[in-house]
């Protein structure tokens, strides 16, 4: 099973195929305040990644994620409890 | 930061779209109305292509009289809720209505489309429920997700395979689950497949409610929606819609052959507080009702109208999704040409919604328009070269097809 560290890394990789986004980002960018995404972009990069990793991350957990790190802690603790 | 510092945002971004003279989007008022095809706004006598008023029965005058009738008799206002002092006998007739139309055992009024859904899906769905939403869901779905206690999870928009792929992630997991899509999707005109989506249902063990809002009196052999077009009104276990657009008047409802709708009228915060619609409204509506069951022609010529407008506005080189439905959304690159367009259409007498992100999918602005059965093919071909002119005085480079 992944590790956060390595989940962190395949969502930043995600990221940095769409060319809107920063090129500085890392595991502690902020997605809606570094990554300037609205309600809908983060929904939607989060389907993709859920698509990438095969989970799905019901929407009620988005509140508490703020950081990269936090949605790649999040993964591992969903995967954990199935 | 203060309360209300969380609205510098919006003023700046109002702004954005007011500043070069523009007006406010959102704050376009119709004067008079002349007929359901052509109001008065700003003095100046305009087509109306953004209402939603599908089959132009808001001006029925059967329905006109019918409201007025029952004002006469029951006055103007219920002042009560649908469980206390607020049913009358009109609700109950309008209900059982609906119901036969659809051959289901039994229909909920509710006081508009909004409370329906987020009544329905949310006490459907309760603590240890899970939610399947489409991506593209209206507002009224994704709040109803909020008041609610589900675990709520999306599906890729109008993807039946993605939406069997998560419902299998939680395969033998506890709980109900239910799916929620809609019949044509507002923004896009897009229409779900649903007879993928009720297979997937079946095969996964979930219920499934279609919010046919936009398609009722459009889709369907009897105008039932897209459930009906698609051969599997059977299979839906809930179908939820609204009086305010082909019915041409206010309020919401769902149908089911459940029995436990019964227990759903006790349950659900959204029909049971707040007052029921008004007698007026239940009479025009009865009124519409009967038009529809009654001049299914309505529905041929909303769709022929619809064709026309599609294909003139993919003529001149505009771009729109490829169904034809009345929702016909013509899809821009950037928000200030979007806005541009929207303004000048409305100065040259054409009113179309403007729809920016993040309302919209993809984060493209759209000029959405609504076709009518009443518009005739002159006001059609008229909207059309409008919308070209506007186009061309806007400076947006179009390749007409033709």
């Known amino acids: ?82 | 930061m203060t309360l209300l510092s969380k609205f510098d945002d919006v003023h700046n971004r109002l702004n954005s779209l007011t500043g070069a003279g523009g007006r406010n989007p959102f704050d376009v008022v119709i004067e008079s109305i002349n007929s359901s095809t052509t109001g008065i706004i700003e003095g100046r006598e305009t087509l109306l292509f953004g209402t939603n008023n599908y089959l132009g029965l808001s001006q029925l005058p059967a329905a006109i009289e019918a409201a007025r009738e029952a004002a006469n008799s029951f006055g103007v206002g219920t002042t009560g809720s649908r469980i206390a002092n607020g049913t009358q006998s009109l609700h109950r007739q309008l209900e059982r209505r609906i119901a036969d139309h659809f051959g289901q055992r039994d229909c909920m009024v509710f006081s508009t489309g909004y409370q329906a859904n987020l009544g329905m899906i949310s006490t459907l769905a309760g603590k240890d429920d899970f939610l399947f939403l489409d991506g593209d869901s209206h507002a009224s779905i994704y709040d109803a997700a909020k008041l609610g206690t589900a675990q709520v999870i999306r599906f890729r928009h109008n993807d039946p395979e993605n939406l069997h792929r998560r419902l299998s992630r939680i395969q033998g997991e506890p709980g109900g689950r239910l799916v929620v899509v809609e019949g044509i999707y507002s923004m896009t005109g897009n229409v779900a497949p649903i007879k993928e989506f009720a297979d997937v249902a079946r095969e996964c063990n979930a219920m499934l409610l279609v919010d046919e809002a936009h398609s009722f009196g459009v889709l369907g052999e009897t105008g039932r929606g897209a459930a009906e077009a698609a051969g599997v009104l059977d299979q839906v276990d809930f179908i939820v819609g609204t009086f305010s657009k082909s019915f041409g008047t206010v309020g919401g409802y769902c149908v089911s052959n459940h029995p436990q709708l019964d227990y759903v009228r006790l349950q659900c915060r959204p029909y049971m507080f707040t007052a029921s619609l008004p007698p007026e409204v239940i009479a025009a509506t009865m009124a519409t009702l009967q038009e529809i069951i009654d001049r299914p022609e309505l529905r041929t010529q909303l769709m022929d109208n619809a064709a026309r407008f599609h294909a003139g506005l993919n003529r001149i080189g505009l771009s729109t999704g490829p169904q034809v439905s009345p929702v016909i959304a013509a899809v821009l690159d950037e928000v200030p040409q979007a806005v541009a367009l929207w303004n000048r259409l409305l100065d040259l007498g054409v009113y179309v919604n403007l729809s920016l992100p993040p309302a919209t999918p993809d984060d493209r602005p759209l000029l959405r328009c609504s076709v009518m059965a009443s518009h005739t093919a002159e006001q059609i071909d008229r909207a059309v070269d409008i919308f070209a002119e506007a186009a061309r005085d806007c400076g947006l480079s179009l390749t007409p097809k033709d």
């Open chain 1, 1 to 82: 099973m992944l590790t956060a560290d390595e989940i962190s890394a395949v969502i930043v990789g995600k990221l940095l195929s769409n060319p809107k986004v920063p090129r500085d980002i890392s595991g502690s960018s902020r997605i809606v305040e570094d990554l300037a995404f609205d309600s809908l972009a983060v929904m939607n990069f989060v389907m993709e990644i859920e698509d990438e990793l095969d989970i799905s991350i019901p929407l009620d957990r988005l509140a508490d994620i703020r950081t990269i790190d936090d949605l790649a802690t999040t993964i591992v603790a969903l995967r954990t409890d199935s």
